[in-house]
């Protein structure tokens, strides 16, 4: 494996549902990052974690749990979701304080939220 | 906040022909990035702009970055269809590595 993957691709989930999204970074970087792309509306940064420390938390409903439990995987852990939560959920990861800080984004996973 | 903003938002070229984007930002930066989304797919990384007066060439697209106006351009040159795509520019602040992205760019290249 190379790059940034996600697992699993799509997933669909009741509100009632309890699921986890995983991210592995196979580039050495120390930062990841999850983001949510909804349809026409601009990609949102929901969480960021530098060293396996979160440093970013923006005002993301308590309903989304993020877990980093080493620099090479991040989960998001989810739970009660709502229909609104339906997104492309993507993952990222970087090198900082070194380097061009530039973001390398894994393929994504499409969640649906019935 | 750091606001970044994107226009045009839809942009319809013929194929052949070149246009301008433009990315504005609300605060300093001294790095910009700019990514291209497939319908469906990831971010793939273009350019990375890391001082004032960057430029950065690939192909038909070239980049630059003006950091005392905060604006970026990317420039198309020769459209072709395999070029339709979303373009999305980020900017982090000076101190920490958010980034914060435009509303991109949706592209359609006509033949």
């Known amino acids: 494996e190379t790059g940034v993957t996600q697992t699993p691709r799509h997933l669909v989930m009741g509100m009632t549902n309890k699921k986890s999204l995983k991210c592995e970074q196979h580039?050495?970087?120390?930062?990841m990052y999850w983001y949510k792309q909804s349809a026409k509306k601009p990609l949102e940064l929901m969480f960021v974690?530098?060293?396996?420390?979160?440093?970013e938390n923006n005002s993301v409903p308590s309903r989304f749990s993020p877990e980093c439990p080493n620099s090479s995987h991040l989960f998001l852990h989810l739970h009660t979701l709502q229909p609104e939560d339906s997104a492309l959920y993507l993952c990222a990861s970087s090198q900082v304080w070194q380097g061009s800080y530039e973001q390398y984004f894994g393929p994504g996973t499409r969640l649906t939220v019935t | 906040e750091l606001k970044v903003e994107q226009n045009p938002l839809f942009l319809s070229m013929q194929e052949g022909k070149n246009y301008t984007i433009y990315c504005n930002y609300s605060?300093?930066?001294?790095?910009l990035y700019w990514y291209r989304q497939d319908p469906g797919k990831s971010l793939e990384s273009l350019f990375v702009l890391l001082s004032n007066g960057a430029v950065k060439q690939e192909g038909r697209l070239m980049a630059s970055l003006d950091t005392k106006a905060r604006l970026s351009t990317l420039h198309i040159t020769a459209a072709v269809h395999d070029l339709s795509a979303t373009y999305f520019c980020a900017v982090p602040p000076n101190t920490g590595n958010q980034f914060y992205f435009g509303t991109g760019t949706s592209l359609t290249v006509i033949p």
């Open positions: 605060t300093t930066s001294d790095r």
């Open positions: 974690y530098n060293f396996k420390e979160q440093t």
């Open positions: 580039l050495g970087h120390n930062a």
